[in-house]
């Protein structure tokens, strides 16, 4: 019989982002052909099931670091409106801004018509308020796109985990009553041969 892991190829159905279906086994003779092939089937849904598990892990520590990230655009994005709606002849704003988690600093912020941003790696750039804020939004949008991807992709993979442990359940069970028949059978062959009449 074919590896099952052969029905999830390049041509098997994915999600949106690429993460292929777990096949679900309703004949297990689909999977199966004899005993001898059971337990490396098996291995072939374990090691699926741990492949899933495996885009699980990575897929809430994206969502973890995403809902970290997105209170700080949204915070920044607040600030530069903030700034952009200062008037030109207004007094300088008396502000503490933070350096770290714990240590914050005071400033005289004056109108002004451009802001820094760090865009990670240790790089800032100097952006005009109406790009910042442009610059802002759609790494907002971009971020809430993909905690929302990453939501439903976490969805996604536990319910292929759960079609996956249902399957290598199905498949240990067809076994265990495939023994049950042998050994009946091979039970009966015995009763027969006792049966028989010494000649």
């Known amino acids: ?17 690429g993460i292929p279906y777990a096949p679900f086994v309703d004949k297990v003779e689909d999977y199966v052909a004899s005993r001898a092939e059971v337990e490396g089937t098996l291995r072939s849904f374990q090691e699926m099931i741990s492949k899933y598990q495996f885009m699980e892990v990575n897929n ?10 997105i209170p700080d655009i949204e915070k920044t994005l607040e600030t530069v409106r903030f700034l952009q709606r200062q008037k030109p002849d207004s007094d300088p704003l008396e502000t503490t801004f933070e ?15 451009e802001v820094y941003l760090w865009l990670g790696a240790n ?40 079609t996956m442990e249902v399957a290598t359940a199905r498949v240990y069970n067809w076994d265990v009553v495939q023994r049950r028949k042998e050994k009946t059978a091979g039970g009966d062959l015995r009763e027969d041969v006792e049966k028989e009449p010494n000649g």
Do not use: H, W
Not at 1 to 17: F, H, Q, V
Not at 60 to 69: N, V
Not at 99 to 113: G, I, M, S
């Open 123 to 162: 790089v800032m750039l100097s952006y005009p308020i109406s790009e910042a804020e442009t610059l802002l939004e759609s790494k907002l949008k971009t971020a809430q796109v993909s905690l929302a991807n990453c939501e439903e992709d976490l969805d996604f993979l536990r319910e292929q985990i759960t």
């Open 1 to 17: 019989m074919a590896d099952p892991t052969d029905k999830i190829s390049k041509d098997a159905p994915t999600n949106p982002r």
């Open 99 to 113: 350096l770290n988690d714990t240590l914050y600093a005071k400033a005289e912020v004056p109108p002004t018509e």
């Open 60 to 69: 809430q520590r994206r969502a973890a670091g995403l809902k970290d990230k």
